[in-house]
């Protein structure tokens, strides 16, 4: 089983981003699949970043460990990772001419190159091992040469990063000689054409250009790293699986095509880290796909804005974080008192106010289930995986429309801004229902529409505003069938009996927790949202280890799964609640919702991701 | 008038017997049946104070929202379905105070959208707080030493942000403010219209009488609606200090700009366009 980690690390604005979606769509078309997580720090140049991505020849579903091979573009990235990198890892680093002795492999390679080992001087070779071998390439310098400006240093080191999965046995000629159709160095060529063809040939010959210099300057030097070596040769083998039904993306583009999928009309927002790509891809398919996309003022007009298309019949949405959503609270409740189908993402971080803006963390839980004032039936849907979050978004527009009821996509910068492999999202399964039946009110008696009619299921019939002869009212005011506002407690209590009435329907609609890899186990790891994928592999690790573990995992959160959860959870001799804040909020809604105390508690808030290894010794420990 | 009576609810009308509001609704009412709109084709976006209830004393479709956020309501209704006749009615808290920030934005977009705001100077429904446009002198609830701040003057700031229909209306003159709303009905763009407005119970400063002595029609002075240096002088006149000053209604500053909804957009009502799956398939080939 392939699973090793290639990072790259540099300063905002070096192209860390570009390189390693760049690297990770390479590896994905050469049949590999892919986590990359980016940890990202809130500003645009300078600073440090980096993205590791994983690649493993099966599907992955959380962060990476330690680095097998390091892309360094600036020299505070080499001091930074040393630790992080795997025993026998490697580093490609910008500079030239080190100071630091030459040795081993390239020993007598000229000094447009040097292999570095820290402390190399006081240690035998045995010791060397645990080091890594740092190989400088001055990539800003080739950039300039071959591209014209350093900007495409990223590209060279990308080159120099993809030669290490080739083979060095024989110098100057592989990657081309070996099998030119299925490398991953062909692959990232197809792919630089692909992607600056709208620039022009000599953008594309510039980055290609830029691309073999810095693969020849591994390649000159016969270097090799085992593990990226193995990556190629499998890449190769992969090729019947290098998979035509399989995607690369973010959860945040996994929503966004959930939406697309969902008939969204109208989407409104204001940026805001980490939901705003979610905005600018549906901005770009705005005449493609009929649709408009608008940016507001401030997050409240975006919320208002998304209500008032709802009114005009508009499956409308809107994306942002928590500082965002907290402007947005009122206008949650107002869509719910009008009855408007309306659909939130709610990317969270870490905390209050401006927080971790770029991190992660999962402190909104408890804040989502009853934020604005008064009560009102929503849903709330926390997807685990990009998959997921595609599916979840469908029923939150399929479902919000069905009850005309608000709806929540709760997801964090975890899901949202990771990249993930995912099958080809099965649009046969996916459900785009007409959320109006116009025909039925064709030849009625003029201004008979009642748009607040009781009905049994709770569910007035819709129109749009614009139907001839009805008038369609829609207020956040108490009113009466007719949609007029009115002060009197007997309508009062039917109409607020009226919505709260959708209540059961909406919990019989959303579908069961998730159970992995059985229903049943001695101890039950219950989570929500982008924990999924640490505490899935947590079970694995500690299953190999022969605990009898499972688990349950929640994507239809609200309403709450009271009996599914407590019939789920009654042979498990112990529960532990996962979860990304600070005081158990999973564990106080469980507890709320069943009764059932969750045994122990496993939480994180430092505003990094569950990491599979170390929650595994937390479980262990806490079994 | 007899077509009026289409214009009309059987919703009760809770305003003060003498409020402001009875003329603005009743020039509206002119304006609609004069403009041959059907009800079901008007959508009325209401803000929350007494003047938002127009909304449910009209007639027409509504959608009766929050308080401030009655324009971007109507932007959400607009952009949806360009073929409503989509109309605002908000007061001097919701529009100028809760609401301003979608105010200023408005008048940058310049929807398809006619914007009454009633302008009286103080705050009714809540009992007679300062309002944005409460002038300096007057001592309302919570500061009866006088709000001691200039007043809001919406038409400046319209004109300041590129607003391409800003008027001026005064509730005691109907036939005018009929007139007026009518033009901005016409007017392709953003047609916003500030509406003096007497509260009998809270403002006692600015009363009906007040007014009717000192508004004068920018028609007979034969102001050009086109001319932006002079719009703004006459813009200027009024809110100010002392008792002698003139205000002046009618139309200030007029341009064509292009509506926003034909900006850059479907440029149809996206309401009614059929889902299609083919997008999505293509879409996601994007992602390979």
């Given at each position: 089983?392939?699973?090793i980690t290639?990072a790259?690390a540099g300063?905002?604005?070096?192209?860390?981003?570009t390189?390693?979606?760049?690297?990770a769509?390479?590896?994905v078309?050469?049949?590999?699949?892919?986590f990359?997580?980016?940890n990202?720090?809130?500003?645009?140049?300078?600073?440090?970043?980096?993205t590791?991505v994983?690649?493993?020849?099966?599907?992955?579903?959380?962060?990476?460990g330690?680095f097998?091979a390091?892309?360094?573009?600036?020299e505070?990235s080499?001091?930074?990772?040393?630790a992080?990198?795997?025993?026998?890892?490697?580093?490609?680093a910008?500079?030239?001419?080190?100071?630091i002795?030459?040795h081993g492999?390239?020993?007598n390679?000229?000094a447009?190159?040097t292999?570095?080992?820290r402390?190399?001087?006081?240690?035998?070779r045995?010791?060397r091992?645990?080091?890594?071998?740092?190989?400088?390439?001055p990539?800003?310098?080739?950039?300039g040469?071959h591209?014209?400006?350093?900007t495409?240093?990223?590209?060279?080191?990308?080159?120099?990063?993809l030669a290490?999965?080739?083979?060095?046995?024989?110098?100057r000629?592989?990657?081309r000689?070996?099998?030119?159709?299925?490398s991953?160095f062909?692959?990232?060529?197809?792919?630089?054409?692909?992607?600056?063809a709208?620039?022009?040939?000599?953008?594309?010959?510039?980055?290609?250009?830029c691309l073999?210099?810095?693969?020849?300057?591994?390649?000159?030097r016969?270097?090799?790293?085992?593990?990226?070596?193995?990556?190629?040769q499998s890449?190769t083998?992969?090729?019947?699986s290098g998979?035509?039904?399989r995607l690369?993306?973010?959860g945040?583009?996994?929503?966004?095509?959930?939406?697309?999928?969902?008939?969204?009309?109208?989407?409104?927002g204001?940026?805001?880290?980490p939901?705003?790509?979610?905005m600018?891809?549906?901005?770009a398919?705005q005449?493609?796909?009929?649709?408009v996309?608008?940016?507001a003022?401030?997050?409240i007009a975006?919320?208002?804005?998304?209500i008032?298309?709802?009114?005009?019949?508009?499956?409308?949405?809107?994306?942002?974080?928590?500082?965002?959503?907290s402007?947005?609270?009122?206008?949650l409740?107002?869509?719910?008192?009008?009855e408007?189908?309306?659909?939130?993402v709610?990317?969270?971080?870490?905390?209050?106010?401006?927080?971790f803006?770029?991190?992660?963390?999962?402190?909104?839980l408890?804040?989502?289930?009853?934020?604005s004032q008064?009560?009102?039936?929503?849903f709330?849907?926390a997807?685990?995986?990009?998959e997921?979050?595609f599916c979840a978004?469908n029923?939150?527009?399929e479902?919000?429309a069905?009850?005309?009821?608000?709806?929540?996509?709760l997801?964090?910068?975890?899901?949202?801004?990771?990249?993930?492999?995912?099958?080809?999202?099965?649009l046969?399964?996916?459900?785009?229902?007409?959320?109006f039946?116009?025909s039925?009110?064709q030849g009625?008696?003029?201004?008979?529409?009642?748009?607040?009619?009781?009905?049994?299921?709770?569910?007035?019939?819709r129109l749009?505003?614009?139907?001839r002869g009805?008038?369609?009212?829609?207020?956040?005011s108490?009113?009466?069938?007719?949609?007029?506002?009115?002060?009197?407690?007997?309508?009062?209590?039917?109409m607020h009996?009226?919505?709260?009435?959708?209540?059961?329907?909406?919990?019989?609609?959303?579908?069961?927790?998730t159970?992995?890899?059985?229903?049943?186990a001695d101890v039950a790891?219950?989570?929500?949202?982008?924990?999924?994928?640490?505490?899935?592999?947590a079970?694995?690790?500690?299953?190999?280890?022969r605990?009898?573990?499972?688990?349950?995992?929640l994507?239809?959160?609200i309403?709450?799964?009271?009996?599914r959860?407590?019939?789920?959870?009654?042979p498990?001799?112990?529960v532990?609640?996962?979860?990304?804040?600070?005081?158990?909020q999973?564990?106080?809604?469980?507890?709320?919702?069943?009764?059932?105390?969750?045994d122990?508690?496993?939480?994180?808030?430092?505003g990094?991701?569950?990491e599979?290894?170390?929650l595994?010794?937390?479980?262990?420990?806490?079994? | 008038?007899?077509e009026?009576?289409?214009w009309?609810?059987s919703?009760?009308?809770?305003?003060c017997p003498g409020?402001?509001?009875?003329?603005i609704?009743?020039?509206l009412?002119?304006?609609?049946?004069a403009?041959?709109?059907?009800?079901?084709?008007?959508v009325?976006?209401?803000?929350?104070?007494?003047?938002?209830?127009?909304a449910?004393?009209?007639?027409?479709?509504f959608?009766?929202?929050l308080?401030?956020?009655?324009?971007?309501?109507?932007?959400g209704?607009?952009?949806?379905?360009?073929?409503?006749?989509v109309i605002?009615v908000?007061?001097?808290?919701?529009?100028?105070?809760?609401?301003?920030?979608h105010?200023?934005h408005?008048?940058?977009r310049n929807?398809?959208?006619?914007?009454?705001?009633h302008?009286?100077?103080v705050?009714?429904?809540?009992?007679?707080q300062?309002?944005?446009?409460s002038?300096?002198?007057f001592a309302?609830?919570?500061?009866?030493?006088?709000?001691?701040?200039?007043?809001?003057?919406?038409l400046?700031a319209?004109l300041?942000m590129?607003?391409?229909f800003?008027a001026?209306?005064?509730?005691?003159?109907?036939?005018?403010?009929?007139?007026?709303i009518?033009e901005a009905?016409?007017?392709?763009?953003?047609?916003?219209?500030?509406i003096l407005?007497?509260c009998?119970?809270?403002?006692?400063?600015n009363t009906?009488e007040?007014?009717?002595k000192?508004?004068y029609?920018l028609?007979?002075e034969?102001?050009?609606?086109?001319?932006?240096d002079a719009?703004r002088a006459r813009i200027?006149e009024?809110?100010?200090?002392?008792?002698d000053?003139?205000?002046?209604?009618?139309?200030?500053y007029?341009?064509r700009?292009?509506?926003?909804?034909?900006?850059?957009?479907?440029?149809?009502?996206?309401?009614?366009?059929?889902?299609d799956?083919?997008v999505v398939?293509?879409a996601?080939?994007?992602?390979?």
């Amino acid at each position: 089983m392939t699973d090793i980690t290639l990072a790259i690390a540099g300063q905002a604005g070096q192209g860390v981003d570009t390189a390693s979606e760049l690297l990770a769509r390479t590896l994905v078309r050469s049949g590999y699949h892919i986590f990359s997580y980016p940890n990202v720090m809130s500003r645009i140049r300078g600073g440090h970043n980096f993205t590791a991505v994983r690649v493993s020849d099966r599907q992955v579903y959380s962060t990476p460990g330690k680095f097998n091979a390091l892309l360094a573009m600036d020299e505070l990235s080499v001091r930074e990772h040393r630790a992080d990198m795997v025993e026998g890892g490697t580093m490609i680093a910008e500079g030239r001419m080190p100071s630091i002795e030459h040795h081993g492999q390239s020993s007598n390679d000229e000094a447009r190159m040097t292999i570095e080992t820290r402390n190399s001087n006081d240690r035998g070779r045995g010791e060397r091992a645990d080091r890594p071998t740092i190989l400088r390439v001055p990539m800003a310098e080739i950039a300039g040469k071959h591209g014209g400006s350093k900007t495409m240093a990223n590209v060279v080191g990308l080159g120099a990063l993809l030669a290490l999965t080739e083979s060095g046995d024989s110098p100057r000629s592989r990657g081309r000689d070996r099998n030119p159709v299925q490398s991953p160095f062909s692959k990232l060529r197809n792919l630089l054409k692909e992607r600056f063809a709208s620039k022009g040939e000599e953008v594309v010959r510039q980055n290609l250009a830029c691309l073999k210099a810095g693969a020849d300057h591994i390649r000159e030097r016969r270097v090799t790293n085992v593990e990226c070596r193995m990556l190629g040769q499998s890449a190769t083998g992969n090729r019947q699986s290098g998979k035509r039904g399989r995607l690369l993306l973010t959860g945040n583009h996994a929503i966004a095509l959930g939406a697309l999928a969902s008939g969204v009309r109208f989407h409104a927002g204001y940026p805001m880290s980490p939901s705003t790509p979610i905005m600018e891809y549906l901005a770009a398919k705005q005449a493609e796909a009929g649709l408009v996309m608008e940016q507001a003022e401030d997050e409240i007009a975006a919320i208002i804005m998304v209500i008032g298309a709802a009114y005009a019949g508009a499956r409308a949405m809107t994306a942002t974080s928590g500082g965002g959503f907290s402007l947005m609270v009122e206008g949650l409740g107002m869509a719910a008192m009008a009855e408007l189908p309306v659909v939130v993402v709610l990317a969270m971080r870490a905390g209050p106010a401006t927080g971790f803006p770029t991190r992660t963390e999962q402190g909104e839980l408890l804040f989502v289930t009853s934020a604005s004032q008064d009560e009102f039936p929503r849903f709330v849907f926390a997807p685990g995986t990009a998959e997921e979050a595609f599916c979840a978004t469908n029923r939150a527009f399929e479902l919000a429309a069905r009850f005309q009821v608000p709806a929540v996509v709760l997801s964090d910068q975890l899901l949202s801004d990771s990249l993930w492999t995912v099958p080809s999202f099965n649009l046969a399964r996916t459900r785009v229902s007409s959320d109006f039946d116009e025909s039925a009110w064709q030849g009625r008696p003029a201004n008979s529409y009642r748009r607040y009619a009781i009905t049994a299921s709770g569910v007035s019939p819709r129109l749009r505003p614009g139907f001839r002869g009805q008038l369609v009212r829609s207020l956040g005011s108490e009113h009466d069938e007719d949609g007029f506002q009115t002060e009197d407690k007997a309508v009062r209590v039917k109409m607020h009996e009226k919505r709260m009435s959708k209540l059961e329907a909406m919990a019989g609609a959303m579908e069961a927790p998730t159970c992995y890899p059985e229903e049943t186990a001695d101890v039950a790891v219950v989570c929500f949202g982008s924990t999924y994928g640490a505490a899935r592999e947590a079970v694995d690790i500690l299953r190999s280890e022969r605990v009898s573990v499972a688990m349950v995992h929640l994507c239809d959160l609200i309403p709450f799964p009271r009996e599914r959860m407590t019939a789920l959870l009654a042979p498990a001799r112990k529960v532990i609640t996962v979860e990304g804040n600070s005081t158990g909020q999973l564990a106080a809604l469980l507890r709320r919702e069943t009764g059932i105390k969750a045994d122990a508690q496993v939480l994180k808030y430092d505003g990094r991701p569950f990491e599979a290894a170390s929650l595994a010794e937390e479980i262990r420990r806490k079994c | 008038m007899a077509e009026d009576k289409a214009w009309s609810t059987s919703a009760e009308i809770t305003w003060c017997p003498g409020c402001g509001n009875f003329g603005i609704l009743a020039a509206l009412r002119q304006a609609l049946a004069a403009a041959g709109l059907e009800p079901w084709q008007v959508v009325v976006v209401g803000g929350i104070g007494q003047s938002g209830k127009v909304a449910q004393y009209i007639g027409a479709n509504f959608l009766h929202g929050l308080h401030g956020r009655a324009i971007p309501h109507a932007l959400g209704v607009k952009l949806a379905n360009p073929e409503l006749k989509v109309i605002v009615v908000g007061g001097d808290g919701d529009l100028y105070g809760e609401g301003g920030n979608h105010l200023l934005h408005a008048f940058r977009r310049n929807p398809d959208i006619v914007c009454l705001a009633h302008n009286n100077g103080v705050y009714g429904l809540t009992k007679g707080q300062a309002a944005p446009t409460s002038s300096p002198g007057f001592a309302p609830k919570n500061r009866e030493a006088g709000t001691h701040i200039p007043a809001f003057n919406p038409l400046a700031a319209g004109l300041a942000m590129g607003g391409s229909f800003i008027a001026r209306g005064f509730a005691g003159d109907i036939k005018h403010l009929a007139r007026l709303i009518g033009e901005a009905f016409e007017h392709k763009g953003f047609g916003f219209i500030d509406i003096l407005q007497p509260c009998v119970t809270y403002n006692h400063v600015n009363t009906a009488e007040w007014y009717r002595k000192r508004v004068y029609d920018l028609e007979l002075e034969s102001h050009n609606p086109l001319d932006a240096d002079a719009a703004r002088a006459r813009i200027l006149e009024w809110p100010a200090e002392g008792d002698d000053v003139e205000i002046p209604i009618g139309v200030f500053y007029r341009s064509r700009r292009p509506a926003y909804e034909t900006c850059g957009r479907p440029g149809q009502a996206v309401t009614r366009l059929e889902f299609d799956i083919d997008v999505v398939k293509k879409a996601m080939e994007e992602f390979r």
